[in-house]
Structures are given as structure tokens and as C-alpha cells.
């Protein structure tokens, strides 16, 4: 469980990032989201009650949020990537020991 939130919210017509404790008034967690493949990752919706966030949780600049998302996507595509590749491998291993292993032996 996370000790802390990134957070977009709308601030105008743009969005904010803010690294938001966990415990703050009004900040509730909402339940585990049903993710497809990535059954350890704790995925959930944060919702902020009735507040705003204080200036000292914002993260860079006003409307910024996107933009810092985005760019922290771009550090995490490879790593993803990398581990995408290695579950491709290993499907494929057994895919291929598998049907070695069922194929009718056509030696003489």
C-alpha cells in the first residue's frame, strides 16, 4: 500500500501533478481495480474530498501534471518492454518443449 499519491487534478483548464499523503483528510482510496495481467500491481482510484491540495504537495508547475506523467512513462516503457520480451521467451520455450515433447517421433 502506497504511502503516498500522485495525483492529477484540474486545476483551470489543464492538470496539476501533487504528491499527496496517503493519510490526508479527505483523501480516500477506493477499491482494488481487476487488472488483466498485472494481478500484483495495487491499483486503485484516489479520490480527494471536499479540499484542495496544499501548494507544498504540488509537483512542478501549474498545469504541468500531464507533462510529468507522460514523462514518467517514458522512463518506465523500457523496463515494461524488457519484461514483456522475457515472458515472450519463456511462452515460447514451452510453447516449443511442449510440442516436442507431443510430436510423434518420425525417426526410423
Known amino acids: 500500500m502506497a504511502s503516498w499519491y500522485f495525483v492529477l487534478a484540474r486545476t483551470g483548464e489543464s492538470l496539476t501533478g501533487f504528491v499527496v499523503p496517503a493519510d ?9 481495480e481487476h487488472n488483466l495481467g498485472q494481478h500484483a500491481s495495487n491499483t ?3 479520490h480527494a474530498r471536499g479540499r ?5 504537495f504540488r509537483l512542478g508547475a ?6 510529468i506523467a507522460m514523462a514518467t512513462f517514458n522512463h518506465t516503457r523500457p523496463g515494461v518492454a524488457a519484461g514483456a520480451n522475457g515472458i515472450t521467451k519463456a ?6 518443449s511442449y510440442a516436442s515433447a507431443a510430436a510423434p517421433s518420425t525417426r526410423s
Open 52 to 56: 484542495q491540495g496544499p501548494e507544498a
Open 24 to 32: 490526508s483528510p479527505g483523501i480516500v482510496r477506493g477499491p482494488k
Open 62 to 67: 501549474e498545469g504541468d501534471g500531464f507533462n
Open 91 to 96: 511462452a515460447l520455450n514451452i510453447a516449443l
Open 44 to 46: 486503485v482510484r484516489v
